[in-house]
Each structure stands twice: as C-alpha cells, then as structure tokens.
C-alpha cells in the first residue's frame, strides 16, 4: 500500500532556531500534499496544501513566512519552521494525495513530535 | 463554511454491545464522507468512505444527506476496535482538501 514517511519523527529545538520537517511518498507519486498540525487529544487543523512545482495554499490563521513550504518534487514536501518559538510546539502531520487514485484519498504520514525549547 | 461535527468525545462500550459514532457534517456542496482510525501510537490511516459502500472491520457508514449525518456503526464491537475515530468531508478544490472532525475516543471494555 502507498506509504508516507516523515522525518524526523520527534525533534527538540531552541527558541529562535528553525526546523525542517520532510514528508516523503515512497511508493507512489503526490503532486498534492497537505500539512496539519494536532494539538494534544485535539482533532489535525489543516495548515496548508502544498503543491508540486507552485506555491503552497496555506489557511486563514497561518503564517506563511513563519511555516515555509516547499515541493519541489512529485514525492518530497518540506516543512521548515522559521525562528521557532516554544507556541509552535506541537505534532505536525503531512498527507500525500495519490496522483493516479484521484478524488480524496490521502495518505498520512507517521507525525513530527516537535518541542521548543 | 463546511464543518463536521463529532459531539462525543469519549464512547465507552463493552465487548459485544453495538457502537455508533455520531459524525453531522455542513456543506454546500455534494459531500464526500470519510471515517479515518488511528490506533495508539500509529499513524491516520483511511477506515471507509461513503462512495464505497462498504464494510471494514466490520464497520459501515450511511450518507444521510437529510439529516447530514455520516455515522459510524458496528454491531458488535472488539477489544482491538479502541481507537481515535475521525469524521472527515472532501472539499472540492484547492486541492481536494479533507475537514476534519474534533475526533471521538472509542474505549472498548471487557
């Protein structure tokens, strides 16, 4: 079945350092993939959907110079977060949408456990 | 807007008895249902969607678009069907995005 990896899977980092989190599709090809971000025992808030070669669309309440996303292939997004602060402390989740399944169908990644210190 | 809606946070069944997860959704458009599980420390993974109409570990779901519900239902629930259940609705566009529920603990006891 289509497999989503992430790394790294947990991270610590000092306030004002930033963070790269990568989101891989291993076995199929994602022009979309999508970034959440879930809060303790809370449901995943959608961040932003990023699309390979373009732009990321990101969601009203989220900073795009503060959450830099990149795609620049059909089977690796990056999540960089700039100048983290201990707020951003959070699990940060990545989906890839399977080009050739169509319609909803995504596949998620095994999660981000980030802390800032 | 589109909004799913899970009113239960916890559901705490025995072994046997039935179980239904309650998930109402709100949107303009023609909906596309999802329920996604995702058992401790694994990842979220795709249970059962309403276009297929079908049955996944013994669990079916039932696109009511009068009362715009999409509830989760099996009839006799297992020890290993603890979980973090999640209502999901396909939004057209801007990438086929999926909104998520606030999720519902499902606690099987013996």
């Known amino acids: 079945g289509a497999v989503v990896s992430q790394h790294p899977s947990r991270v610590i980092c000092k306030s004002g350092t930033s963070v790269k989190i990568e989101c891989r599709s291993l076995?199929?090809?994602?022009?979309?993939m999508f970034w959440y971000r879930q809060f303790p025992k809370q449901s995943l808030m959608l961040m932003a959907t990023?699309?390979?070669?373009?732009?990321?669309?990101?969601e009203q309440g989220v900073e795009k110079d503060k959450f830099l996303i990149n795609h620049a292939s059909l089977t690796l997004s990056t999540l960089t977060v700039t100048s983290a602060h201990p707020e951003d402390s959070s699990f940060y989740i990545c989906?890839?949408?399977?080009?050739?399944?169509?319609?909803?169908?995504?596949?998620f990644g095994p999660g981000t456990r980030l802390l800032v210190l | 807007a589109q909004r799913v809606t899970q009113p239960e946070k916890l559901l705490s069944v025995f072994k046997g008895a039935p179980v239904e997860l309650k998930c109402n959704y709100s949107?303009?458009?023609?909906?596309?249902l999802f329920w996604y599980v995702q058992y401790s420390r694994q990842r979220l993974q795709l249970l059962l969607r309403?276009?297929s109409r079908e049955s996944i570990k013994g669990f079916t779901a039932d696109l009511n678009k009068g009362e715009t519900s999409f509830h989760l239902k099996k009839p006799f629930a297992q020890e290993e069907d603890s979980a973090m259940y999640y209502c999901?609705?396909?939004?057209?566009?801007?990438?086929?995005?999926?909104?998520f529920g606030t999720g519902t603990q499902l606690k099987v006891e013996l």
């Open positions: 999901a609705l396909g939004v057209t566009g801007g990438g086929n995005k999926l909104t």
């Open positions: 949107y303009s458009g023609s909906p596309e």
């Open positions: 076995d199929f090809q994602a022009t979309t």
């Open positions: 309403h276009i």
């Open positions: 989906s890839a949408r399977d080009l050739l399944a169509g319609g909803y169908t995504q596949y």
């Open positions: 990023s699309n390979e070669g373009s732009k990321a669309t990101y």
